[in-house]
T-cell receptor, first 113, second 112 residues
Framework: DGGITQSPKYLFRKEGQNVTLSCEQNLNHDAMYWYRQDPGQGLRLIYYSQIVNDFQKGDIAEGYSVSREKKESFPLTVTSAQKNPTAFYLC????????????FGSGTQLSVL | LAKTTQPISMDSYEGQEVNITCSHNNIATNDYITWYQQFPSQGPRFIIQGYKTKVTNEVASLFIPADRKSSTLSLPRVSLSDTAVYYCLVGVSTSGTYKYIFGTGTRLKVLA
């Protein structure tokens, strides 16, 4: 069954800790994206990757890092530099980059302890 | 940069047709317009995509005028389960890359 999987569903971070959110897709899509959503707000782009071993910063990349070593995987690390990490994080993929449908995962809710 | 503007919220009653308009004044020549639906604590889901004139699928219609500076999503005979946030999306091409920037969306509430 093709799709995009995010894990964990819920994640808690202690002060000063780095945490990594997983995003895996088996759709053979080239492009992948990370968005952050705060309560009652729209989605904001953190990072995106058009192809393996390449990625670009989105509008709110500070305090986050990503890697794209494999086509199917695009993990997001929330570093201790991100002072307000509590949010709903959504990963998406698309077959290509231009005028393509985005397929979203079910999201990870990150909270600070 | 292409940017979309939508009404923040709308209310409707069950069985009515709902039209949500999106403004995208700076849309590029080759860009399509795509609409997504999002329920709480879920990822957005694709509804419909179009380039010009009218597109219809099993759940919605999309109307795009000739100048393509706006688009209207039409939901026929809404039900309570259509209560959600609806996003209009246009891609942004910058420095050789292409990305999707979401606006604030339109929060649709369907009343019984």
């Amino acid at each position: 069954d093709g799709g995009i999987t995010q894990s964990p569903k819920y994640l808690f971070r202690k002060e000063g800790q780095n945490v990594t959110l997983s995003c895996e897709q088996n759709l053979n899509h080239d492009a992948m994206y990370w968005y952050r959503q705060d309560p009652g707000q729209g989605l904001r782009l953190i990072y995106y990757s058009q192809i393996v071993n390449d990625f670009q910063k989105g509008d709110i990349a500070e305090g986050y890092s990503v890697s794209r070593e494999k086509k199917e995987s695009f993990p997001l690390t929330v570093t201790s530099a991100q002072k307000n990490p509590t949010a709903f994080y959504l990963c998406a993929s698309s077959r290509d980059t231009i005028n393509e449908k985005l397929f979203f995962g079910s999201g990870t809710q990150l909270s600070v302890l | 940069l292409a940017k979309t503007t939508q009404p923040i919220s709308m209310d409707s009653y069950e069985g009515q047709e709902v039209n949500i308009t999106c403004s995208h004044n700076n849309i590029a020549t080759n860009d399509y317009i795509t609409w997504y639906q999002q329920f709480p604590s879920q990822g957005p889901r694709f509804i419909i995509q179009g380039y010009k004139t009218k597109v219809t699928n099993e759940v919605a219609s999309l109307f795009i005028p000739a100048d393509r500076k706006s688009s209207t999503l039409s939901l026929p005979r809404v039900s309570l389960s259509d209560t959600a946030v609806y996003y209009c999306l246009v891609g942004v091409s910058t420095s050789g890359t292409y990305k999707y920037i979401f606006g604030t969306g339109t929060r649709l509430k369907v009343l019984a």
